[in-house]
Nanobody, 120 residues
Framework: QVQLVDSGGGLVQPGGSLRLSCTGS????????MAWYRQAPGKQHERVAL???????IYEDTVKGRFTISRDNTNNMIYLQMNALTPEDTAVYFC??????????????WGQGTQVTVSS
């Protein structure tokens, strides 16, 4: 059974940094588009950063220049380095893995989420 485990969240002051991690079991990360999503209270679930299996990275506009997604396929890990955090970044962050074949979504897995709170 595939399992993704998120970690690294916490409480940080505005302007601070955090690094989120996600690891997986029974899954080969190299075959998947890996992403981080977030869900803030009263807001829609949104994708923050994507790292495709082909090596392309895409960021949501409000995090460009502040967040960096990276992946280590050898060790089945992905990371989200978050710098210059603001209270608007407060949310539960989820790791996601999607596998596509012929433009059809075949697999879609989620981590359990890790809380990030930015507050003074």
């Amino acid at each position: 059974q595939v399992q993704l485990v998120d970690s690294g969240g916490g409480l940080v002051q505005p302007g601070g940094s955090l690094r989120l991690s996600c690891t997986g079991s029974e899954i080969i990360f190299s075959a998947y588009d890996m992403a981080w999503y977030r869900q803030a209270p009263g807001k829609q679930h949104e994708r923050v950063a994507l790292f495709t299996a082909g090596g392309t990275t895409i960021y949501e506009d409000t995090v460009k220049g502040r967040f960096t997604i990276s992946r280590d396929n050898t060790n089945n890990m992905i990371y989200l380095q978050m710098n210059a955090l603001t209270p608007e970044d407060t949310a539960v962050y989820f790791c996601n893995a999607k596998r596509w074949t012929y433009r059809t979504l075949r697999d879609n897995y989620w981590g359990q989420g890790t809380q990030v709170t930015v507050s003074s």
